[in-house]
């Protein structure tokens, strides 16, 4: 074979491919479950990393007065600390004192129960009031069901219009999967890329919050974290983000003080943590400091359990989820939320699940065998019936399982009490 | 304009020139533009003239690919290439004149500068490191000491063309030109094969010929090594392996065993995809590059493996190493020297004064053997100098304990089933069955070690196997086992699972600091262990494998392509050179598209690249 045949060939191959590349729509072609992209001339002569700009927009700034950090000494009551229900909680409590120079992180995993920064919100004010920080910490790039009252953002590309980038989920309708896995710490990814989404524009994000939750540090989470220090505590700012990057949230935070996120997933059931990328998530959990994992689940799958061995199939799958995450965050302690009490119509009353206490009481064992904490949310409402009370009080919504604004702060004020009950100002006990 | 010329024609180290990109395929339709032009149409009377063009051409064209590659470490390959072309050149002209102790001293001579500059790049912060605890200094290397790529491949061979001229086995090459262009030529320059001078410089006078089914061989191979590459290598490494080798402990026994079984399968078809990409460019071009690989998983014990696992190198270690220890015929000098260097490279890397005692005790006990009883003598020098061209083709890949391990896990391996082979089966059963039970014995007292809980494992199915060869000797009273089919399955199976175990310490070794390899290798390398050797939660194994479940998928399709018999693969690789040109072009736009759904960004740079 003649050596121009060869050439002619090689560059007919070249050439094709190019052309091929070219006429592929730019928004890939979907088979099956992948979407077929094809590459830019760039991409193709030399793929690139993933990068993703951020600049900060000063317009929005306010500042406002330095956030005060209370530093009040940290001690663990004598009884509490010999109590089996609050001895898997040390580590949390005794990393407390490092809150004053560094940050202290508490993660609050859960269903809609806790949608809308419900219940996370009280037990945030109260950790923060008094081991200092403020600001609410991660919110998703992008908000599926916008329901926070602690911030708003919108995420636009030209200032005037909405834009919602491409979106994976770890909970929720199977078609939001992605095949990696790659979701990070909120079991959610958002795949930044501005020639997909807004041309050739930059994305931006305006991160609004009440003036009780100021911040002062920007932190955006993604395949590689970027923390954008604002020098001063503001309310208002907005992030210009350019190129293309897995975001996994921005989280608005000060350099030291506690952080509780409030990562509400819909629908969920609590067994979806194994199916989160354990990179991602371990990064996350070491670089934040996460010193407690709170889990409020269990609601989501008590309408399905009618056996003793179905409750006791999904405790055991609730317990590999423990294992998981103390893999992936050996230094945080974990505290299970388990559900509350639920109403369903029988003999057309509303009564609660029967189920109940049988669930509560096999997510305990599980619970206290991983050597993790349970508190029963059931039994502190009052067991039995109690959400017919509160609903009678307007703490619970009309479907006897969802709890009003107020429910919610109630409930999270009884997480709070349980959570700092071992807490205390007099020295009664070493916290070494 | 001027800013994108000037990025295509300068060294990035962050985007060095991969076969896996289209920039590279850029690169070689311009080069084979030129190559066509210069061979193009040429009377008898300009041919000389027109091969020693094209040499110098692609000389040329192949400096350019290095400094893309590794930036101004191309004067090292210009210098080292100069240096061994005047001292072969002082070398036969001394040898000629009879001067046989001047020969040998240009001879050494040139080694040693090759081998101080490999040593140099390879070994500088292990030496810093003896000097500073020998004598108490506090020497710091202060700019980061990056590793040329592909140094060891041609250092490896510009030695192996020294010392074949110093044995008169080839003529020196006399174009300085024509020498560079044998060390440098690109397809092979940064990973192999290593080209021996014998089996190339006579291609470097030879007109271009490439038939047509080679053509369509040479496009099989490079879309073979292409997919290899992309597909298998690549993709099981970042969806997969490169996360447990990061952080064992997050991950299950189940996982850190799959990611160990992946990493064997990922390894084989990123070098051996090299290889496949490097052997058809070559070919393209109408030189031919020696088999690197012959699927070596279907190896069926550890001495077949090594001769169908990185063939030139092999052959290199065997002609250069093996050969000049004594081989199988005796130990020389070098045998002990080499011993004991590597038996106090050893204690200092794994910090352990009973690594010297367990290495002085072995040959204590070779040299009472071989007082003892002579007759025995030949065997056992053959196997200490295999067993340290083992450990000295660990110690090549880097300082490294894990590397250490590696080589000496293999060249143990290698010994044991020779020594296996020669026993009787009652034998082979009474030998396992002891061993089993003593480290059965050694997990009784010792409960904790993990590595004794995979041990166990392994030597209780050898076990199962031994017997069952046993059972079928004594009820058909022939040494043949029933079915020979089986046999070797077993065999196979058997060369696979230990070569992959001895690859937990080989990848745990890689893509490391050179400044904190040793310890950050043995730590992974613990962790895995730990993890494969402790109890496994077996209720949450579907699950676990189901998550994984394309990992597993891609393993088991890649595992079961590559043992395929060689004549099915013959079949298909000349099918498809056969077909019309016109069917191979829209093949290969589609396989490259395909393939481009499984490329990521961040492409991994070949494995081999940094050895």
């Known amino acids: 074979m003649k050596p121009l045949r060869v050439f002619v060939f090689l560059c007919l191959c070249l050439l094709l491919t190019g052309v091929a590349f070219w006429l592929f729509p730019r928004e890939g072609v979907t088979i099956g479950d992948h979407v077929w992209h094809a590459p830019d001339v760039q991409q193709y002569l030399q793929p690139q990393a993933d990068t993703l700009t951020i600049t900060l927009d000063t317009v929005c700034l306010l500042f406002l007065p330095a956030v005060e950090r209370p ?78 009252t602690t911030n708003q953002y919108i995420l636009s590309g030209d200032g005037r219009r909405a834009v919602v980038p491409k979106q994976y989920l770890a909970f929720g309708p199977s078609s939001r999967r992605r095949g990696d896995h790659r979701y990070g710490p909120m079991g959610q990814v958002s795949v930044m890329d501005n020639a997909l989404v807004n041309g050739s524009e930059d994305l931006s994000l305006r991160l609004e919050t009440t003036r009780s939750y100021a911040f002062e540090q920007v932190r955006v989470v993604a395949t590689r974290d970027t923390i954008i220090d604002l020098t001063d505590s503001t309310t208002r700012y907005t992030l210009h983000l350019t190129g293309k990057q897995d975001v996994y949230g921005v989280s608005m935070e000060c350099a030291t003080g506690i952080y509780v996120d409030n990562v509400a997933l819909r629908g969920c059931a609590g067994t979806i943590f194994t199916g989160i990328d354990s990179v991602a998530l371990q990064r996350y959990f070491t670089d934040t400091r996460t010193r407690l994992i709170i889990l409020q689940f269990g609601g989501n799958v008590v309408p399905y359990l009618t056996t003793r061995k179905q409750v006791e199939q999904y405790a055991a799958r609730i317990g590999r989820q423990l294992k998981y995450l103390r893999r992936c965050a050996p230094e945080a302690a974990i505290l299970f939320v388990g559900p509350s009490d639920m109403l369903c119509f029988k003999d057309g009353k509303r009564q609660s699940y029967a189920i109940l206490p049988v669930l509560d009481t096999a997510l305990r064992s599980t619970i206290e065998q991983e050597q993790a904490t349970y508190w029963s949310l059931y039994e502190a409402m009052g067991g039995a019936g109690a959400m017919l009370t509160w609903m009678q009080q307007g703490l619970a919504g009309k479907d006897g399982i969802h709890f009003t604004r107020q429910g919610a702060d109630r409930a999270g004020a009884m997480l709070r009490d349980f959570i700092l009950q071992p807490l205390t100002e007099q020295p009664v006990c070493t916290n070494n | ?225 292409l997919i290899k590459k992309i597909v298998l290598s690549d993709y099981l490494a970042t969806h997969f392996i490169d996360r447990v080798f990061d952080n064992p402990l997050l991950f299950s026994g189940a996982e850190n065993l799959l990611a160990l079984f992946a990493y064997s399968l990922q390894v084989y078809a990123d070098f051996s995809g090299y290889t496949d990409i490097a052997i058809g460019v070559a070919m393209l071009m109408g030189f031919y590059l020696p088999r690197n690989f012959h699927s070596p998983y279907k190896a069926a014990n550890p001495q077949e493996f090594w001769r169908r696992w990185h063939i030139s190198l092999s052959r290199w270690l065997k002609t250069y190493v093996y050969i000049p220890l ?119 007292v010792w409960a904790e070690q993990a590595w004794l809980n995979v041990a166990c494992v392994w030597l209780l199915c050898l076990l199962v196997g031994a017997s069952l060869r046993l059972l079928v000797y004594v009820l058909h009273g022939s040494d043949k086992p029933v079915s020979l089919a089986i046999g070797n399955a077993w065999a196979v199976t058997q060369t696979f699972v230990f070569i992959t175990f001895t690859r937990l310490f080989f990848r745990s070794g890689s893509n490391l600091d050179p400044a904190t390899a040793n310890e950050q290798a043995w730590q992974t390398a613990r962790q895995m262990l730990a993890q494969i050797g402790s109890a496994w939660d077996t209720a949450n194994l579907l699950p676990v494998l189901w998550e994984h479940r394309v990992i597993v998928l891609l393993f088991v399709i890649g595992m079961l392509i590559h043992w395929m018999p060689d004549k099915f693969k ?22 490259v598209m395909v393939l481009y759904q499984f490329m990521r960004a961040d492409m991994q740079p070949f494995i081999y690249f940094q050895f």
Request: charged share 15%; aromatic share 16%.
């Open chain 2, 570 to 591: 013959l079949w298909y690789r000349i099918r498809f050179a056969s077909l019309p040109v016109w069917v191979i072009i829209p093949c290969v736009v589609l396989i």
């Open chain 2, 326 to 444: 004594g081989g199988n015929r005796n130990a020389t000098p070098a045998t002990y020297i080499w011993l004991l260097v590597i038996a106090v490279i050893g204690t200092w890397l794994s910090g352990s004064w009973w690594v010297a005692a367990l290495m002085s005790a072995s040959a204590a006990v070779v040299a009472l053997v071989a007082y003892v009883r002579p007759e025995h003598r030949k065997l056992l020098y053959a196997n200490m100098n295999s067993f340290l061209t083992m450990l000295l083709g660990g110690l090549w890949h880097g300082a490294s304990w894990n590397f250490l391990i590696w080589g000496g896990l293999n060249g143990l391996g290698m010994i044991a089933n020779k020594l296996w082979r020669e026993w009787h089966r009652a034998v082979q059963w009474g030998v396992m069955l002891c061993l089993t039970a003593a480290v059965f014995a050694l997990r009784y």
């Open chain 2, 1 to 225: 304009m001027y800013e994108q010329l000037t990025d295509i024609l300068t060294y990035d180290p962050q985007h060095p020139l991969l076969f896996t990109q289209g920039a590279f395929w850029l690169f070689f339709a311009v080069v084979y533009g030129v190559f066509t032009c210069i061979v193009g149409r040429a009377s008898h009377n300009e041919q000389k003239t027109r091969l020693h063009l094209r040499n110098v051409f692609l000389m040329l064209a192949s400096w350019w690919f290095y400094y893309k590659t590794s930036g101004t470490f191309l004067l090292l390959l210009v210098v080292l290439t100069l240096v061994a072309w005047l001292f072969t050149r002082a070398m036969d002209r001394a040898n000629q004149q009879g001067h046989l102790r001047l020969t040998r001293i240009l001879l050494w001579s040139s080694v040693l500068i090759d081998l101080a500059a490999l040593g140099f790049f390879k070994y500088a912060y292990f030496g810093v490191d003896v000097i500073n605890q020998l004598i108490g200094t506090q020497l710091t290397i202060t700019e980061k000491i990056l590793l040329p790529v592909g140094i060891s491949f041609y250092t490896f061979q510009i030695i192996s063309y020294t010392a074949d001229v110093y044995h008169a086995r080839i003529r020196p090459v006399r174009n300085l030109l024509d020498f560079g262009f044998y060390v440098s030529f690109f397809p092979q320059l940064v990973a192999g094969p290593i080209v021996r001078a014998s089996e190339f410089v006579p291609q470097l006078y030879r007109p271009f010929r490439l038939g047509r089914r080679q053509f369509g061989i040479a496009v099989f191979w490079i879309l073979n090594g």
């Open chain 1, 71 to 148: 530093q009040t000494p940290v001690y663990v009551s004598d009884t509490c600390a010999r109590d089996d229900t609050y001895r898997w909680l040390m580590p949390f409590y005794l990393s407390l004192g490092e809150a004053k120079d560094s940050t202290v992180r508490v993660v609050h995993y859960g269903d809609s129960q806790i949608e809308g920064d419900r219940m996370t919100m009280v037990l945030r004010a109260a950790l923060q009031a008094r081991f200092g920080g403020s600001g609410v910490g991660l919110v998703p790039l992008y908000q599926t069901i916008d329901s926070r």
